[in-house]
C-alpha cells in the first residue's frame, strides 16, 4: 500500500474551515482529520478527544518536552499542537491526514514534512471575516482583537501556500476545497 498524503489546511479564525471540512470528510471517510490537543478552553458543545484534546498547560509543555508534537504553536494565547503519532500512523495506513492548524504550525510542517501539500483558505474580505467571528460570539473583545490581528497576518501570507480556495459562496468553496485537498 502506497504512503498517504499529509495536507495542512490553514486559514484564518473565521474563515469557515469546520463547517467545509465537515462537508468534504462526510465524503471522503478515506481522510482523517487530526485531532489537535489545545490550553484554549472548551467552547459549549466541544467535546474532549472529539474536537480538541483539551490540556493544562503544565501537561502540553510536559507533550512539548517529550516531544510529542509534529507542531506546536501560541495562538491569541493558548498552545496548539499535533500530537505526533496518529499522524504517523495513519499515513502508513495509506490515508490522507489533514492538519487544521494555524501559519505558524503550517511554517514548521513546511520545514519537518516538505512533501505536505499545504492550502490556505481565505475570506472573502476582511470585513466579513470579522462579520463572521462577531456572529459567532464566543470571544470577548480583547480575544477578537488578537484573531483579527492574526488573520491580517495569516492572509498576508497566502503566497507561501501550493493552493488557495475562498470561501465566497458554500458550494463551489467545498469543491474547490475538495479539488486542494484530494487532487
Ligand atoms: P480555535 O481556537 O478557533 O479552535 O483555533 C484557533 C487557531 O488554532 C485556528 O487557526 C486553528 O487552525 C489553529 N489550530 C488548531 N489546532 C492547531 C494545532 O494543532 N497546531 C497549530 N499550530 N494550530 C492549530
Known amino acids: ?10 486559514g484564518p479564525s473565521g474563515v469557515g474551515k469546520g463547517t467545509l471540512l465537515k462537508a468534504i470528510l462526510a465524503q471522503h471517510p478515506e481522510a482523517f482529520l ?14 474532549d478527544g472529539q474536537h480538541y484534546y483539551f490540556l493544562s498547560r503544565a501537561d502540553f509543555q510536559a507533550k512539548i518536552a517529550e516531544r510529542e508534537f509534529l ?3 501560541e495562538f491569541a494565547g493558548n498552545l496548539y499542537g499535533t500530537p ?10 495509506g490515508r490522507t491526514v489533514i492538519l487544521e492548524i494555524e501559519l505558524e504550525g503550517a511554517r514548521q510542517v513546511r520545514q519537518t514534512l516538505p512533501t505536505a501539500r499545504q492550502v490556505m ?3 472573502p474580505s476582511i470585513e466579513e471575516l470579522e462579520r ?11 480575544a477578537i482583537a488578537r ?3 492574526r488573520a491580517q497576518a495569516e492572509i498576508s501570507a497566502a503566497k507561501e501556500f501550493d493552493r488557495c480556495v475562498i470561501n465566497d459562496q ?13 487532487a
Request: hydrophobic share 45%; glycine share 2%.
Open 34 to 47: 487530526s485531532i489537535s490537543a489545545t490550553t484554549r478552553s472548551p467552547r459549549s458543545g466541544e467535546v
Open 84 to 93: 505526533r503519532s496518529p499522524v504517523i500512523e495513519q499515513v502508513n495506513q
Open 121 to 123: 483558505l481565505l475570506p
Open 1 to 10: 500500500m502506497s504512503i498517504g498524503r499529509v495536507v495542512v489546511l490553514t
Open 147 to 149: 484573531r483579527l490581528d
Open 132 to 142: 463572521r467571528i462577531r456572529e459567532r460570539a464566543t470571544e470577548d473583545e480583547v
Open 71 to 73: 507542531e506546536w504553536a
Open 170 to 182: 458554500l458550494d463551489s468553496a467545498i469543491a474547490a476545497l475538495e479539488d486542494a485537498i484530494f
